[in-house]
């Protein structure tokens, strides 16, 4: 079984940076694809991006590309999430996972980290 632990959440003020990490430990040799979502209060979870583990393709959602970067640190079983240009919009506690392909929809991941907080202060 794989354990993901996220962190990097703060409060930052509108147009600043944040960098993400999610460490994997356990069963990672299982893990082909690693997601991060976001949930703000009161909305569904949204797709932020995900990255293919072994070949370091990444994907994003529209309304972060640009701004967000995802990239992968394989001697350290970690991930990141890159923010850059960071809106009001884009508070959200921030969930990774992962799973046995890249997906956009949360069902196509197995296992989550408990989330870190992120707040964007106009």
């Known amino acids: 079984q794989v354990q993901l632990v996220e962190s990097g959440g703060d409060l930052v003020q509108a147009g600043g940076s944040l960098r993400l990490s999610c460490a994997a430990s356990g069963r990672t040799f299982s893990t082909s694809a690693m997601g991060w979502f976001r949930q703000a209060p009161g909305k569904e979870r949204e797709f932020v991006g995900a990255?293919?583990?072994?070949?370091?393709?990444?994907y994003y959602a529209d309304s972060v590309k640009g701004r967000f970067t995802i990239s992968r640190d394989n001697a350290k079983n970690t991930v990141y999430l890159q923010m850059n240009s960071l809106q009001p919009e884009d508070t959200a506690i921030y969930f990774c996972a992962s799973g046995p392909a890249v997906s956009t929809k949360h069902y196509g991941y197995r296992t989550w980290g408990q989330g870190t907080q992120v707040t964007v202060s106009s």
């Open positions: 990255i293919n583990w072994s070949s370091g393709v990444t």
